[in-house]
């Protein structure tokens, strides 16, 4: 690791003469806070497939992951 953020120069040479040059700098770290999940009576969970089948055994996969002990909540499942 640095000492410091990491910069960059990004230089461009026109064919007619016009010059730029712009220096850029990381985003200083920031911590990552849990997303906040909408509260309601009713939250859509989307699920797509190409076919019928297929479509129920996404519905199966997302059926085991909510009946598990550690199971996310059912804003969590609407965003993701």
Known sequence: ESEGPRRAGVSSFGI?????HVIVE?????EA????VAA???LP???SARSADALRAQAAQLLGVI???DAPEPGE????
């Open 45 to 47: 969970w989307l699920l």
């Open 16 to 20: 007619s003469g016009t010059n730029a």
């Open 67 to 69: 009946e598990r002990e």
């Open 77 to 80: 499942v609407a965003a993701a």
């Open 33 to 36: 806070e849990g997303q906040e």
């Open 26 to 30: 990381e985003a200083p770290p920031v």
């Open 40 to 42: 309601g009576p009713a």
